[in-house]
């Protein structure tokens, strides 16, 4: 488990007027959260789901959700704006999110929905970390999935359909694991959290089809050829989706079930070397040949700003 303790006493003071505006006790309304960021969020963070917490990602509150998005929002508009090959993951972690807001604002789609804005937005910090961490060349603090993905798109040495298959993998094979270990596989009265878990796959049916025609549409227009090896299949992503997301359960139940720490440590060790070595076959498959290139990709989503 991560903790972030605040700097100073001047960040309580911060978390405290935060407090006040997301619980209505002052005159911003909570559901319009004009002054608050997600940075400030990060003040008195973990990992571990506690639902009477201040801090509203921490305690799960709808509020969290909406800040995520805001986040992501944040972060995706200037990769958008100068066609970066880093804006294919990210445009799709959006998507993804905004399709999740529907989902767990349906009446009784999620049994402790609470707990899962919690667990989304971790999920997305650990992204959120490891994109940071590699921009100011930390490298040390990138697990090796996601510094194969940034590099590959860096370097615009893959197609669009190899950026979104090495996001997704670094995220799911690497990240989720270690993230539903560390806020817990079971409620407090001991029953599972998997039937939650199981009905992401839903809302991600939801998402995966028209995201891959966005993405075409945006970034490069060869990702909805499936038909082509540059392109994907709906059917098959989402089917890939669904085994990764199990497994990953798996993983975390390894994670939590390990006698001591030596032999945490050996799980996360394959969990670590599993994602990388998915990450390395993609580059592989989906790599610009020795007499290709992305120029044509990116002219084409160049003209798409215009």
């Given amino acids: 488990m991560r903790v972030y303790r605040p700097a100073a006493s001047a960040a309580a003071v911060c978390l405290a007027v935060l407090t006040n505006l997301l619980t209505g006790g002052g005159p911003a309304r909570a559901e319009d959260p004009i002054f608050v960021s ?7 963070w973990t990992d571990e789901y506690v639902p009477t917490s201040e801090n509203p990602c921490v305690a799960g509150r709808p509020t969290c959700v909406r800040l995520t998005i805001e986040e992501m929002q944040r972060r ?5 704006a100068t066609c970066s090959h880093q804006a294919v993951f990210s445009l799709a972690y959006l998507r993804t ?3 999740y807001k529907r ?7 999620f049994e402790d929905v609470r707990f899962v804005n919690h667990e989304d937005a971790v999920f997305a910090k650990y992204y959120f970390d490891a994109y940071d961490a590699w921009a100011a060349d930390r ?3 990138v697990p090796k999935a996601w510094r194969i993905a940034f590099d590959a ?4 040495q893959v197609t669009g359909s190899g950026n979104l298959l090495l996001g997704i993998n670094a995220h799911v ?3 989720l694991p270690f993230v539903l270990a560390a806020i817990g596989l079971v409620k407090p009265d001991g029953t599972s959290r998997k039937p939650d878990h199981d009905k992401v796959n839903v809302f991600l049916n939801r998402v995966v089809e028209p995201l891959i025609a966005e993405e075409a549409q945006r970034f490069d227009p060869t990702m909805d050829d499936a038909e082509t090896p540059y392109g994907l299949s709906y059917t098959a992503l989402m089917q890939m989706l669904v085994a990764w997301r199990e497994t990953a359960w798996r993983n975390a139940e390894r994670l939590v079930s390990a006698p001591d720490a030596a032999a945490r440590a050996a799980v996360a060790d394959d969990i670590e070397a599993y994602a990388a070595s998915n990450a390395r076959a993609f580059v592989t498959q989906y ?4 007499l290709s290139s992305s120029a044509r990709r990116d002219a084409y989503c160049a003209a798409q700003q215009d």
């Fill in 173 to 175: 094979n690497r990240d």
């Fill in 103 to 109: 989902a767990a604002e349906e009446k009784g789609f």
């Fill in 38 to 44: 997600w940075s400030q969020v990060l003040v008195s």
């Fill in 287 to 290: 790599q610009y040949g020795p």
């Fill in 139 to 141: 490298l040390r603090r």
């Fill in 153 to 156: 798109a860096r370097d615009r």
């Fill in 97 to 99: 999110t905004q399709e």
């Fill in 76 to 80: 995706f508009r200037p990769l958008a």
